[in-house]
């Protein structure tokens, strides 16, 4: 069994989002699964609370990983096209997305800004408890350093992987027709 | 203009820490300096029975989240109550002790030729690890963090403090800020989380438009 999560936090987005991802996660996500948002607002029998309500926004991505088991998560706002059941392979690896091919013209500014390669609209993982246990060991310092999890990710040389192939793009890259398509930060 | 060894400085710590280089300018804003300069005044102007009851004459203050250590600055310069033998800045960033010793190394100098012999001592530390011992070892107590602290660690972190000691505490409303878990919506709130701890408090508000920052001053019951 799969626990496929999303988060809902706030009010950036409205609940049709969340239903929008869960439809079709059940249209290309074959494989056996549970459908589980993450809210601060929980009213379906999906849903269940935030565990820290001081964390704000994407904040609360990196407190999914006080969760085992075999783990996908979805940015609320990315669209699947096609079949996905190739996301359901090597649980064991922590797993986000490479975004080096939209972001290669901020490679000069990347460390100073403590900016990012890699993109966690998609994220998939069995166990990545110290990650979250490191986190809240140092919660302000990093809140203060890092804008996302994203950052907080590749900055603080955590250990990671990154989806192989060609099924996931940004709409950054122009493209709109993959099997997935992330809109990060077209909704900011 | 910019003299050459603050040019040097901030070439320095872009070159060493690129990735914190926009923090460090953070923690040198005006608002900082403003906040800092604030709170030493505001010091200087409390009446605590140590301008009259302390044999000791140097005194030791203990700074809690204290960042890259400006306020200990601020402190030797212009606080004048009481010759400080100490400062302690306590904050678990591991790279804040460095950073400050290259932020500050000038002033450490020049403030050793004129015969100013207050030294900084940085502890890496979490202050929910600051013993009863570490904590009694200070006659004042600065935390000018408290928005980014959960209340109950400011609790725990007040009842190791001795009877007596000399507390400062600042928080505010800028409740926008990722880090800021705990903020406060106004003084009375603020000075209402501190009154079964604290007596003799004074309270203070200072408005920097989009936000207002919020400080007391009090003796440890």
Known sequence: ?188 | MLDINTIEIIRKIFDRWPGRFVDVLNSLNEKQQISKDWLVEKLNEYKYPFRHKLKKDRISIMLLCSWYGMLAYKLIEKFNVKKIDRIYCVDFDPKSKMIANRLFRKIDNDNLQKGILTQVNFKDKDIKDLTKEEMSSCEIIINTSCEHLHQQTIYDNLDKCPSGSLIVLQSNNYHKIQEHINTVENLQEFVSQYQSHLINIQMYEKDFLDYKRFMIIGIKR
Not at chain 1, 47 to 63: A, Y
Not at chain 1, 104 to 125: A, C, F, G, Q, V
């Open chain 1, 1 to 188: 069994m799969v626990n496929v999560y999303c988060v809902k936090w706030g009010t950036k987005y409205d609940r049709s989002f969340v239903e929008n991802l869960k439809t079709s996660i059940e249209k290309h996500f074959t494989i056996e699964h549970k459908f589980i948002c993450f809210t601060d607002k929980p009213e379906k029998d999906y849903d269940i609370p935030v565990t820290h309500p001081e964390l704000r926004g994407v904040w609360h991505k990196l407190s999914l990983f006080q969760f085992t088991g075999d783990n996908l998560f979805f940015d609320l706002d990315i669209k699947i096209n096609g079949d996905i059941n190739f996301l359901a392979d090597r649980f064991d690896t922590f797993t986000c997305i490479d975004s080096t091919p939209w972001k290669i013209h901020k490679l000069d500014r990347l460390e100073y800004r403590n900016d990012t390669l890699i993109n966690t609209s998609i994220m998939r993982w069995t166990d990545n408890r110290k990650v979250f246990d490191n986190f809240l060991k140092k919660r302000d310092l990093y809140l203060r350093l890092y804008k996302g999890i994203d950052r907080y990710i590749y900055n603080e040389d955590i250990k990671y992987k990154t989806f192989q192939g060609t099924a996931i793009s940004s709409w950054q890259e122009g493209i709109e027709d993959n099997t997935i398509v992330l809109h990060n930060q077209k909704y900011a």
